[in-house]
Each structure stands twice: as C-alpha cells, then as structure tokens.
C-alpha cells in the first residue's frame, strides 16, 4: 500500500541552528500536506502545497513539493524553542483520506 | 462550537471493558474522520464519514472497532473487548468538504489506556 516515510526521525539542534525534514512518497501525490504537533497536543495543519516544484514560505519555515510530486521538504532557518514539536507531512490516499507520515521530532537546545 | 471537541480526554479501561469515544467536529463540516495515534508514531487513518455516511472503514483494526455519524454531525468511536494493543491516542479530525484537498482540523484526541 502507500507508505509515505520521513527523514530524520529525530533531530536535536542549537537554538538559532537551521532545520530541515524530508517527506517521501511510495506514489505520486495530487497534493501534500504539513502538519506540527506539539508535545502533548494534537496535530495543526500548517500548509499545502499542490504544485509540482512549488515553494512556499511562512516567516522562517519554508516548504517545498518536488518536481515528480512525490517528495516534499521543510526547512527551518534559525530555530528557536518554540519550533520544537513533531512535523508531519501528509499525502492524499484516494479520494477522501490522508496518510501521514512517520514524523520528524524536532528539540532546540537553548 | 469553536473547533474539534473530544471526550473524555483520558479513559482508563481495564481489558475487555467497553468503551466509547465522542467527536464534535466544527459545525458545518461535512467530513469526519477517525485516527488512531500509537506513542512516537504518526496518526493512523481509521475510518471515515462524508455527513452520516461511513465511505471508508478500511483502517478499522478489528471488527471490535465500530464508529459512526448518525445524524451527520456528532460521531462514537466504540471498541469492544479492549485489549492492551488498544492503548493510543484516538484523534478525531474534520474538514469542511468531502475531498482531500483542504485542510484537517483535529480534536485534542482522547488518550486510552488499557490496563
């Protein structure tokens, strides 16, 4: 079935340090998503990308859908601690549904 | 309401016991779904209501999972027979239409363990 996997699972950087996680899909994707969850808390939807090379920013995070639509990439410039949580990206299964997933867990030393 | 609403937020059943889990999507929105949420993993699809209709069970674990939407808003999570491989975060998310191309909003996700 349809995986789609995250790159690295877990990430520890200096407060002020850059950041980056990778999402691959098993199949070509119409559209991803991003998600962050907090620890403790419940996913947030951050973005959607649909295009195939689109980028798009929001202040410091920068995101990215490649080419064939298959990968995906977020990029933290200067992270700071309230950038740490857990960044899933996730990617439409049919019509309905989304598959999210493994997770990049992010944790900023100050 | 505000946004997703789910209760009870922490439930502690002992193996084999019964129990139900309620969702309160954000008023108007047609789509529902159901995750499972197992510790350092990310959300598993579980199943999926476009109104009061359930169009996709497929990630049901066992036929001792059962949900539904009766009325197209509201929608129960039930597990019979709880087993300790049940123990998660069961997240419910909705969204305003019926396909994949707009965003999820989640509940704060009812934690179950079971013991």
């Known amino acids: 079935g349809q995986q789609v996997m995250q790159i690295p699972q877990y990430q520890h950087v200096q407060e002020g340090e850059d950041f980056t996680t990778y999402c691959n899909s098993s199949?070509?994707?119409?559209?991803i998503q991003w998600y962050k969850q907090r620890p403790g808390g419940h996913p947030v939807f951050l973005i959607q990308?649909?295009?195939?090379?689109e980028v798009k920013k929001q202040k410091r995070l920068t995101f990215q859908f490649g080419e064939a639509k298959k990968n995906s990439s977020l990029h933290i410039t200067a992270t700071q601690t309230t950038d740490v949580g857990t960044y899933f990206c996730a990617g439409p299964s049919g019509t309905y549904k989304y598959i999210f997933g493994t997770g990049t867990r992010l944790k900023v030393l100050a | 309401g505000a946004g997703v609403s789910q209760s009870p937020r922490y439930k502690v059943a002992k193996r084999g016991q019964d129990v139900a889990l309620r969702c309160d999507p954000i008023?108007?929105?047609?789509?529902l779904f159901w995750y499972q949420q197992a510790l350092g993993q990310g959300p598993e699809f579980l199943t999926y209501?476009?109104?009061?209709?359930?169009?996709?069970k497929s990630g049901l674990p066992s036929d001792r999972f059962f949900a539904e939407r009766p009325e197209g808003s509201v929608s129960t999570l039930k597990i019979q027979r709880t087993q300790q491989e049940d123990s998660a975060v069961y997240l419910c998310?909705?969204?305003?239409?019926?396909?994949?191309?707009?965003?999820?909003?989640f509940g704060q996700g009812t934690r179950l363990t079971v013991v």
């Open positions: 990308l649909v295009k195939s090379g």
């Open positions: 008023s108007g929105h047609v789509s």
């Open positions: 209501f476009q109104n009061e209709a359930q169009l996709d």
């Open positions: 998310a909705s969204r305003t239409g019926g396909l994949s191309n707009t965003e999820a909003f």
């Open positions: 199949t070509t994707l119409s559209n």
